[in-house]
């Protein structure tokens, strides 16, 4: 039987009445809806949800108090692949993970970066942060932390942030590092960080020709290393315990340029030297013709003012305009006859009459392992002015070049289009020292094409020595 218009009616007045009897929403005491969930953002939202604890549903044990710290493991997994596959993958892991390694504060401030891509880092906790970030595969995180240590490099912290970039292996960090600290040598060595780096960091500090420094700061920083070294072995502080502990390290104090009065006072009380040692750097002070090996007497290059050679191996072509794509590498492979130090190389500058942006990066390999020489890399951009032939660019310190070892520098330049330069000659002479030019190699290091590599032609005119 079909319904009737009274039948219609009928149910549409149950469905009203149920309607304005179902049960309401809570209201607040302004008459809207209760929810903290209104008007907030979503990274509100989120940071709200963590520092409340809304439907967490996982818990960390950090820190070596273990202090618990509840989280959403949906939102982490989103932003790293660890914790995804901690608790999405074929061995998830329980309701509770144990993290000793990072403390409480740490671990919470990477957390809400996490959930808000907020983060306030400091001295204090950047280097907290940069493990974390690294642990479980942050990079943005990551970068932020290596671009705080970067731009806030002083010389009480530098020896620090050189020993966590060797630790992490961030190669670009390490050598901005070690070249602050070379060129402010005894403020560098004068930090408390001093004492905390590895043996060979340490070493590489000490032994640099380019290290800015009075000798006197370097044998203090030696005494201070070996004591901290001695404690962090569990050996005593005796003289035979710290000589061991420094090994190869103790050579590399030159000795024979300290004040003779300063080296009676204060280095042979320390017996840190065999007295044929003493005998030996005393008799080289009054005969400066004996030898003093294994010990250095020259002054280091930072102090003697080296002559600085460049050598132009093309002439400028105004034919021509080389591309300054970053689809294409340029190059050359070179040798030099005498041992020497590479300040950095020359490139041409822009064709048109406008100032001129590049961005360059750079880098010099062994042609027989094709392995980077360290120290060798250079990122940067630069503003050409116009008119401009020939720019510098320099690498962070003087590479040290062998005699007769050839080297293969590749450079990438994004730009504008530039001078271009040819040459009929394979080798150029200023006064006795010969350099020799050859055809670049290519580099695994590199997935571009060498698309300027010849002897002859390209757009880096010449090389910065100092000899």
């Avoid at 309401?24 to 963590?50: A, D, F, H, M, T």
């Avoid at 201070?224 to 569990?234: F, I, L, P």
Wanted: charge should be positive; proline fraction near 3%.
């Amino acid at each position: 039987m079909e319904p009737g218009p009274c039948d219609s009616i009928k149910l549409n007045c149950i469905f009203s009445y149920k309607m304005t009897t179902r049960k309401r929403p809570r209201l607040s005491q302004w008459g809207s809806v209760n929810s903290w969930q209104r008007e907030k953002s979503i990274s509100q939202c989120l940071r709200y949800s963590l520092q409340k604890k809304v439907l967490t549903d996982v818990t960390f044990k950090v820190g070596r108090e273990q202090k618990s710290v509840q989280a959403h493991r949906l939102i982490i997994s989103i932003r790293s692949s660890v914790f995804e596959a901690m608790f999405y993958g074929p061995l998830a892991e329980q309701d509770e993970i144990v993290i000793p390694e990072v403390e409480h504060d740490i671990f919470q401030q990477f957390l809400r970066y996490l959930y808000t891509d907020d983060v306030t880092m400091d001295g204090a906790s950047v280097m907290g942060l940069l493990y974390v970030s690294k642990k479980y595969d942050v990079k943005t995180l990551e970068q932020k932390c290596l671009t705080y240590l970067s731009s806030s490099m002083t010389s009480d912290n530098a020896c620090v942030i050189l020993e966590q970039a060797h630790v992490f292996d961030e190669q670009e960090l390490k050598e901005k590092a070690l070249t602050f600290i070379l060129k402010n040598g005894d403020a560098a060595l004068k930090s408390s960080g001093v004492i905390d780096l590895c043996h060979g960091c340490f070493v590489k500090i000490i032994q640099a020709e380019e290290l800015d420094v009075n000798e006197q700061s370097v044998f203090e920083a030696v005494v201070a290393w070996s004591e901290s070294a001695c404690r962090k072995q569990n050996k005593d502080v005796t003289h035979e315990n710290r000589r061991q502990v420094l090994g190869e390290a103790l050579k590399h104090v030159r000795f024979p340029l300290l004040d003779q009065k300063y080296f009676a006072k204060n280095v042979v009380p320390t017996n840190l030297l065999t007295d044929t040692e003493k005998v030996k750097i005393f008799t080289h002070c009054i005969c400066p013709d004996e030898n003093v090996y294994p010990f250095n007497a020259n002054k280091r290059m930072s102090v003697v003012r080296r002559n600085k050679i460049i050598i132009q191996r093309l002439t400028i072509d105004n034919k021509i305009t080389c591309s300054c794509s970053t689809v294409i590498d340029h190059g050359i492979m070179f040798s030099v006859n005498q041992d020497s130090s590479l300040l950095g190389f020359q490139l041409y500058g822009p064709k048109r009459r406008t100032t001129a942006n590049y961005d360059i990066r750079a880098f010099i390999t062994d042609p027989t392992t094709d392995d980077v020489i360290e120290g060798s890399s250079v990122t940067k951009s630069v503003s050409v002015a116009a008119g401009t032939i020939t720019y510098d660019v320099e690498f962070p310190r003087p590479l040290k070049l062998s005699k007769d070892k050839k080297y293969n520098l590749i450079v990438n330049i994004g730009g504008p289009g530039s001078h271009c330069g040819e040459s009929e000659r394979s080798t150029v002479q200023n006064g006795s020292f010969v350099c020799s030019f050859f055809n670049c190699q290519k580099s695994k290091h590199s997935n571009k094409p060498v698309g300027y590599s010849d002897v002859s032609y390209g757009q880096i005119p010449g090389l910065m020595f100092l000899v």
